[in-house]
């Protein structure tokens, strides 16, 4: 069955620094990968998505995402955080015919000034 | 930007009531789902929805669930009878077509007392 591991459940990080964070997914065929984020009271946001094509993918707010088949992964990550980047991340993978996502725990950032 | 919006944002019941979840997806999309979290879990799959008749449930969506689009901009979430198990995030998520990334609204939350 498929299935969306993100290891982590929090990691705290000072403001400026670099972050990457966890995701392994299990998928028989080619997968399409997600990160989205929730802030605190609101829903979830689209980071970014992998499809196809470039393995390392570009998303909003800074975000960078590479998939990596060898390693079953898709790592999140940004080179300079804020303090704004608080919030809770979860990688999901598409499954099925019927698009239905398929979420990981979610990691839980916190930001040190 | 269009946005999946939810209402209400939180929504009080007593055990053994029937409530109503109402969501409005992006005017344009034709594919529709159901999401909850329970706090502090991992979102979970519900339902999917396409062409008006459910496309996929998960084993939560079971007899006391059901959704409907009763006109052309809202899609509703029903629990006929309420257990304190349905307490979680109520979240709406929508897309154009498959190869388009789901957007969610806000959610509701959903307390059961």
């Known amino acids: 069955a498929q299935s969306v591991t993100q290891p982590d459940i929090h990691i705290t990080v000072s403001e400026g620094a670099s972050l990457e964070l966890r995701c392994n997914y299990s998928y028989g065929a080619t997968p399409y990968l997600f990160w989205y984020v929730q802030s605190p009271g609101q829903g979830l946001q689209l980071l970014l998505k992998y499809f196809s094509g470039d393995t390392l993918v570009q998303g909003i707010k800074g975000f960078e995402a590479e998939f990596k088949r060898s390693q079953s992964s898709f790592n999140l990550r940004k080179p300079s955080v804020h303090w704004s980047d608080a919030a809770e991340y979860f990688c999901?993978?598409?499954?099925?015919?019927?698009?239905?996502?398929?979420f990981g725990a979610g990691t839980r950032l916190a930001v040190h000034p | 930007e269009p946005e999946v919006t939810q209402t209400p944002s939180h929504q009080v019941t007593q055990m053994g009531q029937e409530v109503i979840l109402r969501c409005v997806p992006i005017s344009n999309h034709l594919y529709f789902y159901w999401y909850r979290q329970i706090l502090g879990q991992k979102v979970e799959f519900l339902v999917s929805f396409y062409n008006n008749e459910i496309s996929e449930k998960s084993e939560i969506f079971d007899d006391q669930f059901s959704v409907e689009r009763p006109d052309g901009s809202n899609f509703t979430l029903k629990i006929r009878s309420t257990k304190l198990e349905d307490s979680a995030m109520y979240f709406c998520?929508?897309?154009?077509?498959?190869?388009?990334?789901?957007?969610f609204g806000d959610g509701t939350r959903l307390s059961i007392l």
């Open positions: 999901a993978v598409l499954s099925g015919g019927y698009n239905k996502l398929i």
């Open positions: 998520a929508s897309h154009s077509d498959s190869n388009q990334p789901q957007h």
